[in-house]
């Protein structure tokens, strides 16, 4: 049931993603309320995907890296379809960049199809991961991914559209670079919260497992640097004024950290040493 | 009644600029008050004011945020306290050499890291008092008269008409604004009330960055008591079953005795759970049992003791002759029964070798030296370090084994259990944990808060009506501000609808 409700929401993304730059071509709002029906459609498959590896697990199903890429996808679906219907609507048409989104969705669960069959397995808890931390820990984290994700399509429309700004312009029928820019605001103004409680009650449960409420492991690091990264963007923004490219880069660099957080980091030479390394996927 | 006009920027609810109130306030002292201060006490005046502007000003932010942000990543990509073998190794000799003396290789005790860290606090806390009063301003009432420019001057303007002369069209948008949950602001004395209005919803969200700055600063306040180090410590304790490990403290010392230790497995026979049954020893007395767990420390007199590992001393240990013995390697087991590495190793003196067990076989095997018997894999380094001219040089048994005029022997030693402990203690943690309750609660201030103002004035109209700009703004993930136009507008709509009716 799991394998095939993935399926299920990996091509209802995929669909969605097309018809969105249907949309955005087009303008027909038939097609963009047909993108959008579909979008939905894919959030309540990966829901079910999720919730029956849950089932199956007997545990929060967002554990290990296979599970983790199912949620992180699901996230990045919920909080852009949560976004059109709640903040943008008629006033501001950001649909176009359900695009983007919904094909980051599609690349997270595509990488969680590309893992082996062994990390696909629904695995016992280790003794450590045995707290209720875990529940919210993943979670903030998962929430604050996907919203980070969502920025970053928002940003990298902006970046396309600011290239060719205007009335005129072959991408005209894109939205305007200054809604693109606000929308993308707005969402990392979303996640930042949630990216503060990821280290937050990361610390508290590091004090509880390891002894100490930080250690300068390296996921521990990337995971402050990543909200770090996003508190730049939020002071160059709303204290220093900066508007306009450089300070969608930084959304996107932002976005960089969250995914080198995520995956790179278990590539560094120093993770051997790390203690998340029970997280690496490998 | 017309419709509402948005500016050109139509999305909701962005704040622009640092300041909040309705009215303009003073970022920096003007150019009139710096010319005038030609005594010496002016100029000093003058220093003391650009130094606060500088502690509190977001260049300084951006510049920290940034080399923190680097100088993290470089402690995480550069191996930190390794050998100067590994950096050269990993960077090529010239530059593993230069690395090796720079103070990457220790990043996060590094005197300019901690001072990054100080930098940021003296900021934060420079921004959070400049900004508590920014904000108390602009909550109390407001200071002059609202003009024209303040209400076009809003994230999202718009313009009506009210059938009403302007006293009743006044008391009618006062009206709407109160059941909306909107606080009128007073007008200041000797202003008439019925040409302008300004109200106000949600306004303790302005306090929620002020909290989590604050936040912020208590964090590291906390932080910086946890590196005290007549205060706190991080030990190993290294207890086989039946010792008592002593945790200094001072007055407050008191014992752990490790009664037991064991792994529950699943069906699979992977670890379903560690545990370590202890009790609490002071003053040669019991005071309580204690079984900890992962996740479920030993907390007593501010020490915070958790479950690292769990080890197996099958009973033999690697002794090392040089004519007579020099040292003894022990023969020591983790949880996953491999050979635990870090207990398993000893420094001898003559010759200043570093050895170590690497891998240990309670069955016969093949090599020379140990059929018939147990036997261990040694390996040792030359400098007396850890370093890559580490070399194992083979399997001991009983029988033994020659290396450059040295004799190791497997031979029997005591046999025991037991586990490794992380004994920690760090006064800053409660500190560090009401910084923790300042950041959350100041970040739901943010995501579920959104404060709105409304400025609005009003103008008699020919033919007895009144004409009404309206401006709004909303500061926070709620309506922004040209919904919010939208729906007082529906409301100003619908009344004067009902009162025609």
């Given at each position: 049931m799991e394998a095939i409700c993935i399926k299920l929401s990996f091509g209802l993304y995929l669909g969605a993603a097309l018809v969105y730059v249907l949309y955005a071509a087009s303008r027909w709002e038939r097609v963009g309320q047909f993108a959008t029906a579909v979008a939905w459609l894919g959030l309540g498959a990966n829901t079910a995907a999720l919730v029956a590896r849950g089932i199956a697990a007997?545990?929060?199903?967002?554990?290990t890296m296979y599970e983790y890429l199912m949620a992180f996808a699901w996230a990045v679906a919920a909080v852009y379809l949560i976004f059109e219907w709640r903040f943008w609507g008629a006033r501001a048409d950001l649909r176009p960049a359900g695009s983007l989104a919904l094909l980051l969705a599609v690349g997270l669960l595509g990488y969680g199809s590309s893992l082996s069959a062994e990390l696909k397995q629904a695995q016992t808890l280790m003794p450590v991961l045995k707290s209720n931390w875990l529940i919210f820990h993943i979670f903030t984290a998962v929430v604050g991914y996907g919203a980070a994700g969502v920025a970053t399509a928002l940003a990298v429309l902006y970046l396309v559209r600011s290239r060719w700004p205007?009335?005129?312009?072959?991408?005209?029928?894109?939205?305007?670079p200054a809604e693109l820019d606000q929308a993308a605001y707005r969402c990392i103004a979303f996640a930042f919260p949630f990216l503060a409680l990821v280290n937050i009650t990361g610390a508290i449960w590091a004090y509880d497992a390891w002894g100490r409420y930080w250690g300068w492991d390296p996921k521990e690091t990337w995971s402050l640097i990543t909200w770090l990264v996003y508190a730049f963007y939020l002071h160059a923004r709303l204290r220093s004024g900066w508007r306009g490219p450089r300070v969608n880069w930084i959304a996107i660099i932002g976005f960089a950290a969250v995914m080198f957080t995520f995956i790179g980091v278990s590539q560094l030479a120093t993770f051997s040493q790390s203690r998340h390394s029970y997280a690496s996927g490998r | 009644m017309s419709d509402s006009k948005g500016n050109s920027?139509?999305?909701?609810g962005s704040h622009t600029g640092s300041g909040g109130g309705l009215n303009a306030t003073p970022e920096e002292p003007s150019r009139g008050a710096e010319h005038n201060a030609e005594s010496s006490q002016g100029l000093s005046a003058a220093r003391d004011l650009r130094l606060w502007a500088w502690l509190y000003s977001p260049a300084l932010t951006l510049w920290l945020l940034g080399l923190m942000i680097v100088a993290m990543a470089l402690g995480t990509i550069v191996p930190q306290g390794a050998s100067v073998e590994a950096y050269e190794r990993a960077f090529g000799v010239p530059l593993g050499r230069l690395v090796a003396k720079s103070s990457l290789t220790h990043v996060f005790s590094a005197w300019w890291f901690s001072l990054l860290f100080v930098l940021l606090a003296v900021n934060l806390t420079a921004c959070v008092v400049r900004r508590v009063r920014i904000v108390a301003r602009a909550q109390d009432a407001a200071a002059s008269p609202l003009t024209s420019a303040q209400v076009r001057g809003r994230r999202a303007t718009a313009a009506w008409s009210i059938r009403l002369a302007p006293a009743a069209a006044h008391d009618q948008l006062a009206r709407v604004l109160r059941t909306r949950g909107y606080r009128l602001i007073p007008a200041p004395a000797g202003a008439k009330d019925e040409m302008a209005l300004r109200a106000r919803r949600g306004a303790i969200r302005s306090w929620g960055p002020i909290i989590v700055h604050t936040g912020l600063v208590v964090v590291v306040l906390g932080a910086a008591c946890g590196r005290l180090p007549s205060l706190a410590f991080h030990r190993t304790a290294v207890i086989a079953s039946g010792d008592t490990y002593r945790v200094a403290m001072g007055e407050k010392s008191f014992g752990i005795r490790l009664l037991n230790a064991g792994i529950e497995r699943t069906?699979?026979?992977?670890?379903?759970q560690y545990w370590a049954r202890t009790q609490i020893v002071e003053h040669g007395k019991v005071i309580r049992n204690v079984t900890i767990t992962p996740n479920h420390p030993l907390r007593y007199h501010g020490a915070n003791v958790v479950l690292d590992s769990l080890f197996d001393a099958p009973g033999y240990a690697v002794e090392v002759k040089k004519?007579?013995?020099v040292g003894c390697v022990p023969v020591v087991m983790d949880s996953s029964g491999r050979v635990d590495l870090m207990s398993s190793v000893t420094l001898l003196k003559d010759p200043p070798w570093l050895v170590w067990v690497r891998g240990f076989r309670a069955a016969p095997g093949g090599e020379p030296g140990t059929e018939g018997g147990p036997a261990a894999l040694v390996a040792l380094d030359e400098s007396g370090a850890?370093?890559?001219n580490r070399r194992e040089i083979g399997w001991v048994g009983a029988g033994g084994l020659d290396y450059e005029g040295v004799h190791f022997e497997l031979v029997s030693a005591h046999a025991s259990k037991g586990v490794r402990l992380g004994v920690h203690r760090d006064p800053g943690v409660p500190v560090v944990w009401s910084g923790f309750g300042l950041i959350v609660l100041g970040c739901l201030l943010a995501l579920f808060v959104t404060r709105r103002e409304i400025a609005a004035t009003l103008s008699p109209k020919g033919g007895g009506g009144t004409a009404v700009v309206i401006g709004a703004s909303a500061f926070g993930l709620g309506p922004g501000a040209e919904s919010v136009l939208d729906s007082l507008g529906a409301d100003l709509e619908a009344r004067e609808q009902a009162d025609r009716g």
């Open positions: 007997g545990r929060v199903p967002y554990v205007g009335p005129d312009s072959w991408l005209r029928q894109l939205p305007e | 920027d139509l999305l909701p069906p699979g026979g992977g670890p379903s004519g007579k013995s850890v370093t890559a």
